[in-house]
């Protein structure tokens, strides 16, 4: 199990989003601002631009996480940077000079790149952080496609359809969606499935995008 042995700072023990009201101030003397959030949301006002800073995990691992915050700049949905509390004072480092991976221990309800929460030390922790996160909002989309990815990722085929399904019920001009659900269903043998799949790709991107992504069977 992941441990908290970075988070010292008691008054931010139990919070796990944080918007940042002066970013740009040094991090040391940024003005957080605790949001009672579980993920980090649209929902949260109609501008969610700015940037916030939430619970994360350092992977260094599949057996050694350790707990610690990340930047979050929305809307790009971009981090550079991962935040230690040590001795009671915020140290900043920069991801890429990390032994590991740093993932967000909240789900982003706010489309971006998969692999925010992709950690390949050990993918099952972003898989459960994003399907805890499934749980907890009402519109799924944005969640659903960063699983489905990972989940496609790792060969974990008809979960991975499943999750593909559920950004398609949201969103049905997503036509990318539609062809990783074809391919998928190619693998797993479901050709009438897939068939169905690649009518609406061409309907909704054209033949050429069909030809460009239809894999043979042969």
Known sequence: MPTDSYLYNEEYAKINIFRVNNPGDPFNQWELEPLELDVLSVSLESDLSGLFV????????????????????LPERVSENAYFWIENQLIEKHQGKL??????????????VYELFYSRRNPELGIEILQNGLKLVERKSAIAEDLAYILRDEQRHEEAIEAFSMVIAEDSTNYFSFIERAQLLDKIGNHQKADNDW??????AGTQVVEMYRQSRE
């Open 54 to 73: 939430v619970k994360a995990f350092l992977v260094e691992t599949q057996i050694k996480v350790q707990g610690c915050y990340m930047d979050i700049t």
């Open 99 to 112: 032994e590991g991976d740093v993932i967000p221990q909240v789900a982003i309800n706010h489309s971006g």
């Open 199 to 204: 009518k609406t790709v061409e309907k909704l």
